[in-house]
């Protein structure tokens, strides 16, 4: 590797530190739904700086640092909501969340509908690793689930598909249209990851209501608001840009938190 080339992805390095750095801040005081439009096309920019350097040195196989039961956090603080205000939830709940089903729909040849006993019976993947939150603070935990990207093979991504929404029951208040459910996304390559998982169980347990029952997203190298809880439907799409205000994510369309949120 020549030297010229290292400078490069130092300097790159140093843009995208400096471009995440001022976002996280942006994300801790939960900016107003009025940021002019000039500073949006600047977080926008950042934001694909801070991919980029970290896709021009990490390769999209890079594992998240992995650790051991020893390090596992004795209380792992529960992030985003606790409790779902939906009526269809809370009576999957109170059954054990036997009737769910986790649908996988959009530009895939065979929509899935996949029960906790189907996504149980697929090859698992356990793995204890730190949750970074935005607003600051860590958690070591461990948790068990499929590997998401099987699953989208066994539905069969077609050539157009892009990017993985991921729609879920929880809520943030309602509209005239309706409930404001928390919704996330990914590109193809972080849903490929060996560690992007959809876990049903954390710390040897079955995941609880606080931690996103009956199943979460785990995308470990990316921050924890990425990973979203209480997932109701994976939906693969060629642009996020019809959903919502186009940011691809609850907190990246009304916060303007980073839509790639590499750590």
Not at 21 to 47: E, H, I, K, P, Q
Not at 56 to 75: F, G, H, K, N
Not at 156 to 166: D, N, S
């Amino acid at each position: 590797m020549t030297s010229r080339l290292l400078l490069s992805r130092r300097r790159l390095l140093a843009l995208g530190a400096a471009g995440t750095g001022s976002l996280l801040l942006a994300g801790c005081d939960r900016w107003s739904s009025n940021t002019s439009d000039f500073r949006r096309d600047v977080l926008d920019r950042v934001d694909e700086l801070t991919e980029g350097a970290q896709r021009l040195v990490m390769r999209d196989s890079t594992l998240a640092r992995e650790y051991s039961e020893a390090d596992i956090s004795p209380y792992f603080r529960a992030n985003g909501n606790i409790r779902v205000n939906d009526r269809d939830y809370n009576r999957l709940a109170e059954g054990g969340f036997a009737d769910y089903r986790l649908a996988v729909t959009g530009l895939v040849d065979r929509p899935l509908s996949l029960s906790l006993d189907d996504l149980r019976v697929m090859t698992a993947r356990t793995q204890i690793t730190r949750h970074d939150c935005v607003e600051g603070w860590s958690c070591i935990g461990k948790w068990t689930g499929p590997q998401l990207g099987p699953i989208l093979d066994l539905a069969g991504v077609q050539p157009a598909g892009r990017f993985v929404m991921f729609f879920c029951y929880d809520d943030f208040g309602n509209t005239l249209s309706g409930p404001i459910r928390y919704y996330e996304s990914l590109g193809l390559a972080d849903c490929y990851h060996p560690q992007t998982i959809l876990a049903y169980a954390m710390n040897g347990e079955t995941l609880s209501i606080p931690h996103g029952a009956p199943l979460r997203l785990r995308v470990e190298r990316q921050l924890g608001y990425k990973h979203a809880k209480f997932l109701r439907e994976i939906r693969v799409v060629d642009s996020f840009a019809p959903i919502g205000r186009g940011k691809g994510g609850y907190y990246e369309d009304g916060d303007g938190y980073e839509w790639y949120a590499g750590i």
